[in-house]
């Protein structure tokens, strides 16, 4: 059940509790005395009922407030950065331990041959709603498309000198084709989450189609526009990709940039040392946003397959066992 909002609250008694919540978390030795200001400096207009820094406790100027929950003094920013670092640790170390509880629980429940050697990984997750890219998102992205297509024409059929083209991004390091098949399921359990940042462009460049010309010869510029249009997907997730679809990339490998072949998210890069470290193919991840576990899955080169998760919504809960294409 979702946690209840708390925004009718009063602004000044949120800033109180967030004050008292700082404060709790600072040691002594480490909280600034109270801004005092004195009368030889020009000071900023600070109402007495003003928000109140939530490190010192002095009224905040309106700028201050614009900027956050500090007044402008440096000791106080370092203090709630502290504070906000200590915060994230805990988060971390909490989503960690509620991963790990659902390996555990699900290994149990289902009897899963998981060794202690198998990799697990925590992902983020993409839970953006599906629908119909509208025409102006397909316009935009086919203008640009058509651009970058022309351009690698030129270079590709001599007209223009080829550019400095770097190789990075092709493919993560040293990583085996099993090991690729495993990490591409592993994207399907988290659903691209990164893929958001396709939004526009899906990262085509001018040697991601100069590789596709090199690869067809024979095509011409608008052949290879119409291959690229004809794979856009018919629902994508929202304020996302054009390609990024239920079923995981409407593009095949061989058509994707560097970037989207070659990127491995923190959890996923953990996963690829682990497999590299254990020699194993098999590894157990779940998907999850800032504190929930939301989906998890047993991943292998073959494809993924979910498990119930007390978490799960109730359309998630089945198995799939369906290979990323
Ligand atoms: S690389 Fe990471 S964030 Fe991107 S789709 Fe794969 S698991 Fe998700
Ligand atoms: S082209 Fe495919 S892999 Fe790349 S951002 Fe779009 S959906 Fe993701
Ligand atoms: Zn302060």
């Known amino acids: ?9 009063p602004e000044f008694q949120r800033a109180e509790d967030a004050s008292a919540d700082v404060n709790h978390q600072l040691d002594a030795k480490h909280r600034p005395t109270e801004h005092r200001p004195t009368e030889h400096h020009a000071q900023p207009f600070r109402p007495f009922d003003a928000p109140r820094c939530v490190i010192c406790h002095s009224p905040l100027s309106v700028h201050e407030q614009v900027n956050g929950k500090t007044c402008s003094r440096g000791e106080c920013k370092t203090s709630y950065l502290r504070v906000e670092i200590q915060a994230e640790h805990r988060r971390q170390a909490a989503l960690r331990q509620r991963s790990l509880a659902t390996r555990d629980r699900i290994r149990r429940e289902h009897s899963l041959d998981l060794s202690r050697d198998d990799a697990f990984g925590i992902l983020p997750s993409n839970d953006r709603p599906l629908k119909q890219p509208s025409k102006r998102q397909i316009g935009e ?3 640009r498309l058509t651009q970058v297509i022309s351009h690698a024409a030129q ?18 390091t040293d990583a085996t084709p099993r090991q690729l098949a495993v990490l591409g399921n592993g994207c399907a359990v988290c659903r691209g989450h990164c893929c958001s940042q396709g939004k526009g462009h899906a990262f085509i460049s001018v040697d ?21 249009v004809s794979r856009i ?25 560097k970037v ?33 576990v939301l989906r998890a899955g047993v991943i292998d080169p073959a494809g ?22």
């Open 141 to 143: 992205f086919v203008d």
């Open 304 to 325: 993924h397959q979910l498990y119930d998760c007390a978490e799960l919504s109730s359309d998630d809960q089945t198995t799939s066992n369906q290979a990323e294409a």
């Open 260 to 292: 989207c072949n070659g990127y491995l998210c923190k959890g996923l890069y953990s996963v690829l040392s682990q497999l590299q470290e254990n020699e194993s193919s098999t590894a157990f991840v779940v998907a999850t946003d800032q504190n929930h």
């Open 233 to 257: 997907g018919s629902r994508t997730y929202a304020d996302s990709c054009v390609y990024h679809s239920q079923n995981g990339c409407e593009l095949p490998r061989e058509m994707r940039s």
């Open 1 to 9: 059940m979702q946690e209840p909002h708390l925004n009718c609250q």
């Open 208 to 228: 991601t189609i100069l590789k596709y010309l090199n690869a067809n010869p024979t095509a011409r510029p608008r052949d290879v526009l119409q291959a690229y």
């Open 155 to 172: 270079i590709h059929f001599g007209s223009v000198p080829a550019e400095d083209l770097t190789d990075e991004y092709d493919k993560p």
